[in-house]
């Protein structure tokens, strides 16, 4: 059982930054997804175990970078020049063992975290 708590939300203004937390109980590939109110969850990125390997949407690509902190069981999403499209709710996930290398998809990922809001004003 992988347990997942997101934090670091909140309100920014268009051209603003963030950084998201997620500390994770497990040792496996994450990622981040995000959905808009109204709208499908749809990937962000996605980083592997060790965090030599990276994957990311094209809408978010030389503007966020993720990473982690294994010995803090902590991966972040560092979120720079933000814009109105990026509001949503953040979800963490962790990838099923096994599960294909680069993804992008939900159905790849077996644990979610609740969620933090993003909202960015324009």
């Known amino acids: 059982q992988v347990q997942l708590v997101e934090s670091g939300g909140g309100l920014v203004q268009a051209g603003g930054s963030l950084r998201l937390s997620c500390l994770a109980s497990?040792?496996?590939?994450m990622g981040w997804f995000r959905q808009a109110l109204g709208k499908e969850r749809d990937f962000v990125a996605e980083i592997s175990w060790a965090g030599g390997l990276t994957n990311y949407a094209d809408s978010v690509k030389g503007r966020f970078t993720i990473s982690r902190d294994n010995a803090k069981n902590t991966m972040y999403l560092q979120m720079n020049s933000l814009k109105p499209d990026d509001t949503g709710v953040y979800y963490c996930?962790?990838?099923?063992?096994?599960?294909?290398?680069?993804?992008?998809?939900?159905?790849?990922?077996?644990?979610w975290g609740q969620g933090t809001q993003v909202t960015v004003s324009s």
């Open positions: 996930a962790a990838r099923s063992p096994g599960s294909r290398w680069p993804s992008g998809d939900r159905s790849d990922y077996n644990y």
């Open positions: 497990g040792r496996t590939g």
